[in-house]
């Protein structure tokens, strides 16, 4: 009797223990909010495009520059640096996207110099303040916005990367009377979407704390350096 | 019983065929029946396995890797039989039914020099042959054959992305991996962070990107096509996305690859790329 008893209630811990991690694990954060694309367009001149639209990110040196990063739906921490207003983005298939990225933070030396220029996006080009550009100054680099172009059978290639100039410290700590950053770099580029397919993108400068090459942090949690871009 | 020179008297050993006839027979013959029917067995499987799940063979490495699998499969089959049809032997020939109260111990073994000292010169044997094919075989990644210049490529490796520079082409860099058939390629191999893998499944190279080390490994793509490079050491956050292609093109196509990325083509290459 006594060994049925043990048998069971060690059952009964363990269903309880099972279901409390599942519970936990199923209340915990997944996705940050969505930012879909803006449609501009539902024509285009460009061969192969049947739209176009636009997004606009921004990149901070702290993440209490992100709303939903303050708000009751922003978990984890509000100081690491991070893309902002989200990194979890929808663009449309067969599309022209232009994005546009407000650049706040500053920055330093690329480990390498091969991300310093700019792959991917038409003409293989972007614009700086104005300034069209197809690489920038390896020596001050703030950050990347990287498309990862990884092999599959059921999805288009897409592999983009910008290379993010960065601001002085200077102007990196510039803001108005609300606190709001005043003194961004303007980057804005263009690239084509093909059929529908889901893509991981991160910021390829190491930029989270300094605990393993910089990769700690912001760089190796979910949702600060890192996202997903979604065509559909 | 005979009689030896003395007079005294001899037991004298049964027929064979009443001996296999005996219960202590039949489980001999039982055991060599597993032995057999296992090698065979498992020897079927050494052959079919290699090349029903492994990738498809796309360089002179991969080839290697699966002639290895082979051979091993092959030597490892008798063996591993003769454990199986010892320990069948076992279970079956010192079985105690539930009536039967066991010994408090085993009967002593007696020493035979000749199953001791066949059995360490087969072991050893065994060992150093496969010892020496798998040190040739592995000497054959760092070892380039006499002929075609190699292409040397450097493979950098940061999370979560693999660049490749092509030094001796104009120093062109890429972030996919381009290759031209039938000739030598040396990969020279870093990292800038963490420690990565570099892992061409289809081609059977797998090395470690160190940060601040150059590990160098080569290989001959031996098959037109597209395949698989990956990481395969955990690197972090998005270590399952770093990963990109390789693409296996005749040497005319190589040179017009690297021409289109700004590089030059080494048309120093004897053997090499011009000649597809």
């Known amino acids: 009797m006594n060994t049925l008893v043990g048998a069971v209630g060690t059952v009964a811990v363990g269903a309880v223990v099972v279901g409390a991690a599942a519970l936990v694990l199923h209340s915990a954060p997944t996705e940050p909010p969505l930012l879909t694309a803006t449609v501009t367009a539902n024509s285009s001149s460009t061969p192969g495009v049947t739209s176009e639209a636009s997004l606009e990110l921004a990149t901070y040196g702290d993440s209490s520059q992100i709303t939903w ?35 706040y933070d500053s920055g330093e030396p690329i480990p390498n110099t091969f991300l310093a220029t700019v792959q991917g996006t038409v003409g293989g080009t972007m614009t700086v303040d104005g300034k069209t550009v197809s690489q920038v100054d390896s020596e001050s680099i703030g950050h990347t916005f990287t498309v990862h172009n990884y ?29 709001r950053l005043t003194k961004p770099h303007v980057i804005t580029f263009q690239f084509v979407t093909g059929s529908a397919g889901t893509y991981a993108w991160n910021c390829e400068f190491p930029c989270g704390d300094g605990t393993y090459a910089k990769f700690g942090d912001a760089m190796s949690s979910y949702g600060y350096m890192s996202g997903t871009l979604h065509v559909v | 019983m005979s009689v030896d020179t003395e007079g005294s008297e001899v037991p004298t050993r049964p027929p064979v065929r009443e001996r296999l006839a005996s219960p202590a027979g039949k489980l001999v013959v039982g055991v060599g029946v597993v032995v057999v029917v296992m090698s065979a067995l498992l020897l079927a499987f050494g052959i079919w396995w290699p090349n029903a799940s492994l990738p498809t063979t796309a360089s002179d490495t991969e080839d290697a890797v699966k002639s290895t699998i082979l051979v091993f499969s092959i030597a490892a089959a008798p063996v591993m039989a003769l454990v199986w049809g010892i320990g069948y032997y076992s279970l079956r020939h010192w079985r105690h039914g539930s009536g039967d109260e066991p010994p408090e111990d085993g009967p002593p073994l007696r020493g035979s020099n000749r199953i001791a000292v066949g059995w360490v010169v087969v072991s050893s044997v065994l060992t150093a042959f496969l010892l020496v094919w798998g040190l040739s075989e592995l000497t054959s990644t760092t070892t380039l054959a006499a002929g075609a210049k190699p292409l040397v490529v450097n493979v950098t490796g940061q999370q979560w992305l693999w660049t490749f ?3 001796e082409d104009g120093g062109f860099s890429s972030p996919d991996l381009t290759l031209p058939k039938d000739r030598p390629v040396v990969f020279q191999v870093s990292s800038l962070d963490v420690i990565h893998s570099f892992w061409l499944p289809e081609m059977g190279i797998k090395v470690d990107a160190n940060p601040s080390v150059t590990t160098t490994v080569s290989t001959t793509p031996t098959l037109l096509g597209t395949f698989q490079v990956r990481c395969a050491e955990l690197c972090g956050l998005n270590h399952s996305y770093m990963e990109t292609t390789v693409k296996v093109l005749d040497g005319p196509a190589f040179d017009a690859w690297v021409t289109a990325h700004g590089g030059k083509p080494d048309v120093t290459a004897a053997g090499g790329t011009s000649n597809g």
């Open chain 1, 69 to 103: 990063r303050r708000t009751n739906g922003g978990q984890g921490p509000h100081d690491w640096v991070s893309y902002g207003p989200t990194t979890n983005l929808q663009v449309p298939s067969h599309s022209l996207v232009t994005v546009t990225i407000q650049q």
């Open chain 1, 151 to 179: 092999p599959s059978s059921t999805q288009d290639p897409l592999y983009i990367n910008v290379p993010l100039p960065a601001v002085s410290d200077d102007e990196a700590e510039a803001a108005d009377a609300a606190g």
């Open chain 2, 165 to 167: 520079s092509y030094p």
